[in-house]
Nanobody, 126 residues
Framework: QVQLAESGGGLVQAGGSLRLSCLDSERTLGSPAMGWFRQAPGKSRDFVAAISKSGMNTDYADSVKGRFTISKDNAKNTVYLQMNSLKPEDTAVYYC???????????????????WGQGTQVTVSS
């Protein structure tokens, strides 16, 4: 039922790193533009990073710029989020999302995404 599957979350100390992965398990979405969002307890789902269908264009939230890197491997139907210099404020459930394959541009708008994973927990201790 769930077509996107996140992995790689965990517990790290401040300053540490994690790499999240998101797999299109059905391999039927057509290597779409992808995004990462995060949601802390009691808060809304916020934009983190996005990448275009081709992987050539990326966008980042100001809070993660310079620390996080989004990338994708269309041959593997996978998108990644490399997170460095993690801070306690990065603690959240991280979700990957996919646009419909007919849209090629990256987007920071949660409403532009059709498919969502179940999320992976990232906890950063001080």
């Amino acid at each position: 039922q769930v077509q996107l599957a996140e992995s790689g979350g965990g517990l790290v100390q401040a300053g540490g790193s994690l790499r999240l992965s998101c797999l299109d398990s059905e391999r039927t979405l057509g290597s779409p533009a992808m995004g990462w969002f995060r949601q802390a307890p009691g808060k809304s789902r916020d934009f983190v990073a996005a990448i275009s269908k081709s992987g050539m264009n990326t966008d980042y939230a100001d809070s993660v710029k310079g620390r996080f890197t989004i990338s994708k491997d269309n041959a593997k139907n996978t998108v990644y989020l490399q997170m460095n210099s993690l801070k306690p404020e990065d603690t959240a459930v991280y979700y990957c999302a996919a646009r419909m394959s007919t849209y090629v541009a990256d987007s920071a708008d949660v409403n532009d995404y059709r498919y969502w994973g179940q999320g992976t927990q990232v906890t950063v201790s001080s």
